[in-house]
């Protein structure tokens, strides 16, 4: 409820009560009259009525939206014919399972006593048997012959005369490459030459026209490739050098070299063979052999050069003397290395290949410093241990067997192929396999008793010492001319397939039979009864 006063005594009372607000609550004691005090009162409501909605109610407008019209339109479709079908499963029949009969064990057991005898003694004569030695059950298509798969060359190494001196396959065994320089009389130090590769993998393979080509200033003596890295390979020169490649760098494939040093072989390098470093089995280093008697081992280090971390040097008056040999010329105080062959059974064992035509057994832990004046940035060792019974003259190749750890051939310029023990000096074998020289000797990777040789009279003959200690079991003729076949390798991956470098310039590919790389029964046992029985 409100309450209000008449105007005249609103005003009144206002004014009033202005005046005793003014003076702290009291009435002025001054004036006429003295107002009487403040009274409630209930009075009418008071409004005021909005002009502004007013105003915005004239404003307002009113509008509407319609969509265009939308079309529509029925149709109905049937199927021209229909079919109805039904599948119904047969009712299963209940099946019965055999009884199976209890047996008698008293008379099982009588049974067995009574033949165990007569099986006993049937199983010892099936044991000792040889029936059915070499027989292996093998559902694949047999290749029953030698064939050239592949003959391979580059035509401006052929144009300048030159020799496949080296082959090698990379490790995914789909690679090949060969090394071109002179194995004749000459000087051939100044010779520019190549080292060329194939992949045989590679759709529409062009013989004559190699995957990747590097030119050398000098000849290319032997190659190598890297035991991991597919594109790195290494080669020894006629001049000394020892260079390696990297084929993924087509503009530039030079990746270190020796250069010619001090430490550099004065002589050609006959050989390189990549090793894993003792500390690190990841990383390898490079060893090189060569005719002034030297066996280095190389490091490769920045700005692309090779360095010499390791050596050995052959000296005439340090041999061991365990076999007779010949008086070496009057001044002759080292031994040139022609090939090296190291033990898949100790990483610190090698076998050297020497001018003299003996073998020797080296050690990589030989502590005994060599007698030499041949300048050296490192202590060249002695690193010879036993001296084996000679060739008829220089040898060119020797092989260790990767399934017996004292087992070792080697080949040479008397036609022969000698088979040594580790333990003894005199050859366990010797065979003649040509009238020239032999250049090169490779046992097989998958078969115990097989190896392969390279002929002077142009043949690649084939060895399976199961079936033959005398005489090859396939010979295939590598050229037509009789010119020499130099060198020969077996893929360790393609176990099928062998590459051989001829003087024509020329590497072929063969395909080897089964019999050539399926192993037969007992045939490891065969090879330790061919050791032990020369070795006693």
């Known amino acids: 409820m409100a309450t209000s006063a008449p105007p005249g005594l609103l005003g009144l009372a206002g004014s009033a009560g202005g005046e005793a607000l003014a003076t702290n609550g009291?009435?002025?004691?001054?004036?006429?009259e003295r107002p009487g005090p403040l009274q409630d009162e209930t009075l009418g409501v008071v409004s005021v009525p909005s002009q502004w909605r007013g105003v915005q109610g004239i404003r307002g407008e009113t509008k509407s939206c319609q969509t265009a019209s939308i079309a529509t339109a029925e149709a109905s479709v049937q199927a021209r014919k229909h079919v109805d079908a039904e599948v119904q499963t047969e009712v299963p029949e209940p099946v019965s399972l055999p009884s199976v009969p209890r047996y008698n064990g008293p008379?099982?057991?009588?049974?067995?006593?009574k033949v165990e005898a007569m099986v006993t003694r049937e199983l010892n004569k099936n044991w000792q048997s040889h029936a059915f030695d070499g027989f292996e059950v093998n559902w694949a298509e047999q290749q029953q012959t030698?064939?050239?798969?592949?003959?391979?060359?580059?035509?401006?190494?052929?144009?300048?005369?030159?020799?496949?001196?080296?082959?090698?396959?990379n490790t995914t065994g789909s690679v090949v490459a060969c090394?071109?320089?002179?194995?004749?009389?000459?000087?051939?130090?100044?010779?520019?030459?190549?080292?060329?590769?194939?992949?045989?993998?590679?759709?529409?393979?062009?013989p004559q026209q190699p995957s990747a080509v590097v030119e050398v200033p000098s000849a290319v003596m032997c190659l190598a490739f890297h035991p991991t890295q597919p594109s790195h390979m290494a080669g020894g020169l006629y001049s000394g050098e020892v260079l390696v490649w990297d084929t993924s760098r087509?503009?530039?494939p030079l990746l270190w070299r020796t250069g010619l040093t001090d430490d550099t072989h004065t002589d050609p390098v006959y050989q390189v063979v990549w090793l894993p470093e003792p500390r690190h089995s990841h990383r390898f280093q490079l060893l090189s052999v060569a005719a002034d008697g030297k066996v280095l081992l190389w490091q490769g280090v920045g700005a692309g050069r090779l360095q010499l971390s390791a050596g050995f040097a052959l000296a005439v008056q340090q041999l061991p003397r365990n076999t007779k040999l010949k008086k070496p010329s009057r001044g002759e105080t080292e031994v040139g290395a022609t090939a090296v062959a190291f033990s898949s059974f100790d990483p610190s064992l090698f076998v050297l290949g020497t001018e003299g035509g003996f073998p020797l057994k080296c050690s990589l832990a030989a502590e005994e410093a060599a007698v030499t004046r041949m300048p050296s940035s490192v202590p060249l060792?002695?690193?010879?241990?036993?001296?084996?019974?000679?060739?008829?003259?220089?040898?060119?190749?020797?092989?260790?067997?990767?399934?017996?750890?004292n087992l070792?051939?080697?080949?040479?310029?008397?036609?022969?192929?000698?088979?040594y023990s580790m333990l003894q000096a005199q050859p366990l074998t010797s065979l003649q396999l040509s009238h020239k020289y032999l250049f090169a000797v490779r046992w097989s990777p998958v078969r115990p008793l097989v190896f392969a040789a390279a002929s002077g009279a142009g043949d690649v003959q084939l060895f399976d010492l199961q079936k033959s200690s005398q005489k090859p079991t396939v010979s295939v003729k590598q050229t037509e001319d009789e010119s020499p076949v130099y060198c020969l390798e077996f893929n360790c991956q393609q176990t099928q397939l062998l590459a051989a470098g001829d003087a024509k310039g020329t590497v072929k590919v063969w395909q080897l039979s089964s019999e050539f790389t399926e192993q037969g029964a007992r045939e490891t046992e065969r090879l330790d009864q061919l050791a032990s029985e020369v070795a006693s």
């Open 381 to 405: 060792r002695a690193p010879a241990q036993f001296t084996f019974a000679p060739h008829g003259g220089p040898v060119y190749s020797v092989s260790c067997s990767p399934f017996h750890r």
């Open 250 to 252: 087509p503009e530039d």
């Open 26 to 32: 009291t009435a002025s004691t001054e004036g006429p």
């Open 146 to 169: 030698v064939t050239c798969l592949h003959t391979l060359s580059y035509p401006p190494a052929q144009g300048q005369g030159l020799h496949v001196t080296g082959v090698s396959w």
């Open 408 to 419: 070792f051939l080697s080949a040479g310029t008397d036609g022969h192929v000698h088979l």
């Open 179 to 206: 090394a071109y320089g002179r194995l004749d009389d000459g000087d051939w130090s100044t010779l520019k030459s190549f080292v060329c590769t194939w992949n045989l993998d590679r759709r529409g393979l062009n």
């Open 107 to 113: 008379r099982l057991a009588a049974f067995l006593r």
